[in-house]
């Protein structure tokens, strides 16, 4: 099956600075990557999702980036705010999603 | 609209009690899936269903059993509680399978979370 990476585990990052999380997979089949934001005691929520047929798609300060050669992925978050403060994670998907580990982001005031 | 939804949110079991774990949704998707969030590993799937009739496993079934009975409600069952299974459980479902269901966002309840003593 899918194995998906996810780097790194937790992150700080000053207001308005920018962060990066990573993610690699395993299987050249899979055609879909979507970014989850997991708020305290709540479900996952769709932030931002790239197909295989493009190579960065962006939404205001969130964007994605796919390297299908080098199967990796990243989500980028600039100008971040402290509302941003959550745990991130990856996910990649032919015929079932496979999730990263999660990326806890904290932005500090 | 509510979306999805789960219930209980929070449930304690005792070893070898059975139990129900409940997801509904209102937006007429065909695909939902059963995943366990533990600490460290993201979340895997456990069951899903492409619609009415239909289920199939996925990535750590073993434990739990599944039916769909309805476009609306896939619920999840425990027939013998074990501590292993004591987590953070997830529905989700997302728009018609016509056109890949694999390609389509996932829409997330809260989660129930369940600790089995």
């Known amino acids: 099956g899918e194995n998906v990476e996810q780097h790194p585990s937790t992150l700080s990052v000053q207001e308005g600075d920018s962060a990066v999380i990573k993610c690699t997979y395993s299987?050249?089949?899979?055609?879909?990557f979507p970014w989850y934001k997991q708020e305290l005691g709540k479900g996952p929520q769709l932030i931002i999702d790239?197909?295989?047929?493009?190579g960065e798609k962006k939404d205001q300060r969130i964007a994605v980036t796919l390297n299908k050669t080098a199967k990796h992925f990243s989500l980028h978050i600039t100008e971040t705010q402290p509302e941003d403060s959550a745990v991130y994670f990856c996910?990649?998907?032919?015929?079932?999603?496979?999730f990263g580990t999660g990326t806890s982001l904290t932005v500090i005031p | 609209n509510a979306g999805v939804t789960q219930t209980p949110k929070f449930q304690v079991l005792k070893t070898g009690q059975s139990m129900t774990l409940q997801c509904a949704q209102d937006m007429n998707h065909e695909y939902m899936s059963w995943y366990r969030q533990d600490p460290g590993m993201g979340l895997r799937l456990i069951h899903y269903s492409v619609g009415a009739g239909i289920t199939d496993q996925g990535e750590v079934p073993n434990g739990y059993n599944v039916s769909r009975s309805t476009t609306e409600d896939f619920p999840l069952r425990l027939l013998s509680a074990a501590p292993s299974q004591t987590s953070v459980y997830f529905c989700a479902s997302s728009p018609s399978r016509r056109v890949g269901f694999s390609n389509q966002p996932q829409h997330f309840g809260d989660g129930t979370r369940l600790s089995i003593l």
């Open positions: 996910a990649a998907s032919r015929t079932q999603f496979y």
């Open positions: 299987d050249s089949a899979s055609n879909y």
């Open positions: 790239i197909r295989s047929n493009v």
